[in-house]
């Protein structure tokens, strides 16, 4: 897949997503095959005033390139400064706007899929950062309720210079619920002429393979499905390139994929532990008879005490 000048090898996106696609995750993501990974979204407004913890959004490592950081905010102005200050500073391949996130106090604020109601100023908006910066500007949106005004509001986003179009399936009233409408994502895609990517429910191989064919979308983008999970880009590869089912993740091997995103985020200095918490309750995800073990991490107190638990559980019969 091409976006603007960038070539991808490949059309498997990682999804940006708040609290989950620091650096360390996004590197076990390119690991097993994405193809471009995302930032988690930085407030526009924040960087602006060079806030530390949304700067720190961005920050990246040769490892994972091609990567793009995804801007979330509402004035064309202050936006398109922070993409200057995000590419000046970390040199993303990529900036994305973010026109899709259904979280209410993004919404309050007027950021996000809270846009899709002024197809005018996300116009503005892309525009605005398109002349600023010097790579790709690409969009993230959900659809709304209407097939014609969804369509409109994409074509708005490609007249004025976005280089791809991310569509989730979902309105903004779903949030993550029901069912993503490839119906929506396959007209967006036969109006446009810049790549399209599918977003929503590509959770297994044979549910990529009927999206993309349905959709004849360029790319998927991977959200939920890989919290916990990055392997899920080695398995979605493998299918739709040769048709291969891989056998499932063993429960040792994705402690394996555990204990790496630790070693990453000791090496970059990333080491959290409210995010390290999290993230070991993910890789536990689908493991029977593991309540124990969960209600142990909650109880821990500290990032030692979550390692030790994670590594007792190797060899005892789990």
């Given at each position: 897949?091409?976006?603007?000048?960038?070539?991808?090898?490949?059309?498997?996106?990682?999804?940006?997503?708040?609290?989950?696609?620091?650096?360390?995750?996004?590197?076990?993501?390119?690991?097993?095959?994405?193809?471009?990974?995302?930032?988690?979204?930085?407030?526009?407004?924040?960087?602006?005033?060079?806030?530390?913890?949304?700067?720190?959004?961005?920050?990246?490592?040769?490892?994972?390139?091609?990567?793009?950081?995804?801007?979330?905010?509402?004035?064309?102005?202050?936006?398109?400064?922070?993409?200057?200050?995000?590419?000046?500073?970390?040199?993303?391949?990529?900036?994305?706007?973010?026109?899709?996130?259904?979280?209410?106090?993004?919404?309050?604020?007027?950021?996000?899929?809270?846009?899709?109601?002024?197809?005018?100023?996300?116009?503005?908006?892309i525009e605005k950062i398109s002349g600023s910066v010097?790579?790709?500007?690409?969009?993230?949106?959900?659809?709304?309720?209407?097939?014609?005004?969804?369509?409109?509001?994409?074509?708005?986003?490609?007249?004025?210079?976005?280089?791809?179009?991310?569509?989730?399936?979902?309105?903004?009233?779903?949030?993550?619920?029901?069912?993503?409408?490839?119906?929506?994502?396959?007209?967006?895609?036969?109006?446009?002429?810049?790549?399209?990517?599918?977003?929503?429910?590509?959770?297994?191989?044979?549910?990529?393979?009927?999206?993309?064919?349905?959709?004849?979308?360029?790319?998927?983008?991977?959200?939920?499905?890989?919290?916990?999970?990055?392997?899920?880009?080695?398995?979605?590869?493998?299918?739709?390139?040769?048709?291969?089912l891989l056998p499932a993740r063993t429960f040792e091997?994705?402690?394996?994929?555990?204990?790496?995103?630790?070693?990453?985020?000791?090496?970059?200095?990333?080491?959290?532990?409210?995010?390290?918490?999290?993230?070991?309750?993910?890789?536990?995800?689908?493991?029977?008879?593991?309540?124990?073990?969960?209600?142990?991490?909650?109880?821990?107190?500290?990032?030692?005490?979550?390692?030790?638990?994670?590594?007792?559980?190797?060899?005892?019969?789990?």
């Amino acid at each position: 897949m091409i976006i603007g000048k960038l070539k991808l090898n490949g059309n498997l996106i990682l999804a940006p997503m708040s609290g989950v696609t620091n650096l360390p995750f996004r590197l076990l993501c390119k690991k097993y095959g994405a193809a471009l990974v995302f930032s988690e979204m930085a407030c526009s407004e924040a960087i602006v005033r060079k806030n530390p913890k949304s700067m720190e959004r961005g920050f990246t490592s040769l490892e994972e390139r091609p990567m793009g950081i995804q801007l979330l905010g509402s004035d064309p102005d202050i936006l398109a400064s922070s993409a200057v200050i995000m590419q000046e500073t970390y040199r993303p391949e990529i900036i994305d706007v973010n026109l899709g996130c259904p979280d209410q106090n993004v919404i309050r604020n007027g950021f996000g899929s809270a846009l899709l109601k002024d197809p005018e100023k996300i116009g503005e908006i892309i525009e605005k950062i398109s002349g600023s910066v010097d790579v790709p500007v690409t969009a993230k949106m959900r659809i709304l309720d209407s097939l014609e005004e969804t369509c409109k509001i994409a074509w708005r986003i490609e007249s004025a210079g976005a280089q791809a179009l991310t569509v989730h399936g979902r309105t903004q009233k779903q949030g993550y619920s029901g069912k993503s409408d490839l119906d929506f994502i396959k007209c967006v895609k036969e109006r446009l002429s810049i790549p399209v990517i599918a977003n929503g429910d590509v959770f297994d191989e044979k549910q990529a393979m009927h999206v993309l064919e349905y959709t004849q979308c360029d790319g998927l983008m991977i959200g939920r499905a890989a919290m916990g999970d990055p392997y899920i880009f080695r398995r979605l590869s493998q299918y739709l390139d040769r048709g291969e089912l891989l056998p499932a993740r063993t429960f040792e091997e994705r402690l394996d994929d555990f204990f790496g995103y630790e070693e990453l985020c000791r090496k970059y200095d990333l080491m959290a532990y409210s995010d390290l918490k999290l993230k070991a309750q993910w890789f536990l995800k689908y493991k029977e008879n593991i309540k124990p073990v969960r209600e142990k991490i909650n109880d821990a107190r500290d990032v030692d005490s979550i390692i030790g638990i994670m590594r007792a559980l190797r060899g005892n019969g789990f």
